[in-house]
């Protein structure tokens, strides 16, 4: 499972995953390399695939109905257009599905990003922004914590230093504006 153009760049996990990343096609995994690197940094197994929901259907329903056999507790699925592999993954697991829409020429995501995140009733798909990748791990970090105190402290302090720079943010822009 895991090529997509070796992940961010270095590996996908070793050890037995708990997130899945999937996507329509390679050509999104640009895209995706967000998601990839902010999984790593928080030290989270995962594995990576390309299947699509209208191109390998047969592939999308045996993906979405072995992810909880398997052991994957979040499943990311991304995809630009008529971007239904979250949707069409959520209606066959129990498991947490985050959607990522991606962003393509014709309709800038906005067409992936309706698709996404208008489920019906009774099939959540918890999508994030448009191209908004690294969000999606962070809310599957987030998830996995709930049962996970060591990731919980991680997630502590990433929110703890986000809050530091914009401190600094704050000094540096009020510093500016007294030279002026
Ligand atoms: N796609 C593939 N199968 C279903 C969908 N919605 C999407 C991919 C990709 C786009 O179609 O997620 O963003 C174009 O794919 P490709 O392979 O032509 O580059």
Not at 112 to 117: I, K, P
Not at 133 to 155: E, F, H, T, V, Y
Request: net charge neutral.
């Amino acid at each position: 499972m895991t090529d997509p153009a070796k992940a961010s760049d270095s590996n996908a996990s070793v050890e037995k995953p708990s997130v899945s990343v999937v996507m329509g096609s390679d050509s999104d995994l640009p895209k995706m390399k967000a998601c990839l690197k902010a999984l790593e940094e928080f030290d989270i197994p995962f594995e990576v695939d390309v299947i699509s929901a209208h191109r390998t259907p047969d592939r999308a329903h045996e993906f979405a109905t072995q992810a909880q056999p398997r052991g994957i507790k979040v499943i990311i699925a991304a995809a630009a257009g008529a971007a239904h592999l979250a949707g069409v993954v959520a209606s066959l697991t129990t498991l947490p599905v985050i959607g990522v829409p991606i962003s393509s020429s014709a309709l800038h995501g906005v067409d992936a990003l309706h698709a996404t995140v208008q489920m019906p009733p009774g099939v959540p798909v918890a999508t994030v922004g448009v191209d908004a990748s690294k969000n999606a791990a962070i809310l599957a970090a987030q998830i996995l914590a709930i049962a996970d105190s060591n990731l919980r402290g991680k997630l502590e302090a990433y929110k703890s230093s986000m809050a530091e720079a914009v401190l600094e943010k704050s000094k540096k822009l009020k510093q500016t504006l007294g030279s002026q």
